[in-house]
Nanobody, 128 residues
Framework: QVQLVESGGGSVQAGGSLRLSCAAS????????MGWFRQAPGKEREGVAIIDTDDTPSYANSVKGRFTISKDNTQNTVYLQMNQLKPEDTAIYYC??????????????????????WGQGTQVTVSS
């Protein structure tokens, strides 16, 4: 069973930065697509950034140029560096990964479909 634990959320003013971390049980990062997703109140969960087994990243248009996803396979941790934060980035941020039967990232814009293992989420609040 894969377990994911997010950390690093908090409150920040617009223009500020935060770095989220997601620690996983087991050595899975090198073999599975990892992703960051978010859900704001009253809205559907949406994809933010994903990183494939070959370290190829993909970003939602709304965060391109501001957010960076990376991973450290030796630490079993994936990161989301968030810069130039905006109030519309306020949401609960989730880390997720896929099953061993479909481990690679899907093409196109990041989306939650096909991600089977989820963390509990971490709150990010950006004030204007």
């Amino acid at each position: 069973q894969v377990q994911l634990v997010e950390s690093g959320g908090g409150s920040v003013q617009a223009g500020g930065s935060l770095r989220l971390s997601c620690a996983a049980s087991g050595n899975i990062f090198s073999r599975r697509c990892m992703g960051w997703f978010r859900q704001a109140p009253g809205k559907e969960r949406e994809g933010v950034a994903i990183i494939d087994t070959d370290d190829t990243p993909s970003y939602a248009n709304s965060v391109k140029g501001r957010f960076t996803i990376s991973k450290d396979n030796t630490q079993n941790t994936v990161y989301l560096q968030m810069n130039q934060l905006k109030p519309e980035d306020t949401a609960i941020y989730y880390c997720a990964t896929r099953t061993i039967w479909a481990p690679t990232c899907p093409g196109g814009t990041p989306r939650p479909t096909g991600f089977s293992y989820w963390g509990q989420g971490t709150q990010v609040t950006v004030s204007s």
